[in-house]
Nanobody, 123 residues
Framework: QVQLVESGGGSVEAGGSLRLSCAAS????????MAWFRQAPGKEREGVAT???????SYSDSVKGRFTISNDNAKNTLYLQMNSLKPEDTAMYYC?????????????????WGQGTQVTVSS
């Protein structure tokens, strides 16, 4: 059974940084697509960053230039480096993975999900 375990969340002041990690229970190069999502209270889950099987990346407009997604296949771990954090970044952050290529995954229809890690940014 595939397991994804996030860590690295916490509380930080606006302008600060955090690095989220997502450890997979199997080789991450088994996945065609990996991503980070977030969900704030009362809001829908939204995609934040995606990494494609060729190493390409994509970001939502709200985090572009501030967040960086990366994958270390040697450690089977996905990362999200978050800089210049804003109060509106406060949310539960989830990593997701799928063996399919990104283009074949509809919206948040990833096969595997972590349990989430909370990020709180104070003003």
């Amino acid at each position: 059974q595939v397991q994804l375990v996030e860590s690295g969340g916490g509380s930080v002041e606006a302008g600060g940084s955090l690095r989220l990690s997502c450890a997979a229970s199997e080789y991450t190069n088994n996945y065609g697509c990996m991503a980070w999502f977030r969900q704030a209270p009362g809001k829908e889950r939204e995609g934040v960053a995606t990494i494609f099987n060729d190493g390409g990346t994509s970001y939502s407009d709200s985090v572009k230039g501030r967040f960086t997604i990366s994958n270390d296949n040697a450690k089977n771990t996905l990362y999200l480096q978050m800089n210049s954090l804003k109060p509106e970044d406060t949310a539960m952050y989830y990593c997701a993975a799928d063996r399919r290529l990104c283009w074949a995954i509809p919206g948040s229809g990833y096969a595997y999900w972590g349990q989430g890690t909370q990020v709180t940014v104070s003003s």
